[in-house]
């Protein structure tokens, strides 16, 4: 394993172990938390928190191929890199769905590759690829993106 490649699986080990303060505890044999795990590091970068991951706008949100394959080496063996997780991140992302980190996630990716777009536009794109939402769910979410600053 390179140093590069060694550094980045130790961060996202750290990170893993640093969501248990929220009740999180990664299995990558359940979808559902590596559907999580992939939003969280995502979301994490709107903190100030940089894996080192690029995502690309998929199916079920942003998606990392590279984050996928480190999270399958995960295992007791790495030693942990000390992450820090600020309370806003972690008071935005504790409890939430995997339907409402989807669509949160949606909405800060449109939102950061077009920086001066309006929330009517946001959530005309978001609908666009999210047919299962509707306007006022994604106004609420927008409304707690702001809140706890991750847009």
């Known amino acids: 394993m390179n140093t590069v490649m060694s550094t980045n699986i130790r961060k996202l080990a750290g990170f893993v172990k640093a969501l248990e303060k929220i009740g999180f505890n990664f299995n990558v044999r359940l979808?559902?938390?590596?559907?999580?795990?992939?939003?969280?590091?995502?979301?994490?970068?709107?903190?100030?928190?940089?894996?080192?991951?690029?995502?690309?706008?998929?199916?079920?949100?942003?998606?990392?191929?590279?984050?996928?394959?480190?999270?399958?080496?995960?295992?007791?063996e790495i030693e942990p890199i000390r992450v820090e997780l600020?309370?806003?991140?972690?008071?935005?992302?504790?409890?939430?769905s995997e339907r409402w980190l989807e669509l949160a996630s949606t909405v800060v990716m449109v939102k950061n590759r077009y920086p001066s777009i309006d929330d009517e536009k946001i959530i005309k794109i978001v609908l666009g690829n999210k047919p299962f939402t509707n306007e006022k769910e994604l106004k609420k979410i927008i409304c707690k993106l702001r809140k706890h600053k991750a847009i």
């Open 31 to 76: 979808f559902n938390n590596r559907l999580k795990l992939q939003k969280f590091v995502f979301l994490a970068k709107q903190y100030g928190i940089d894996l080192g991951y690029n995502f690309n706008l998929y199916i079920r949100g942003p998606y990392s191929p590279l984050l996928a394959e480190d999270y399958y080496r995960l295992s007791e």
């Open 86 to 96: 600020p309370d806003d991140f972690l008071r935005l992302i504790k409890n939430k």
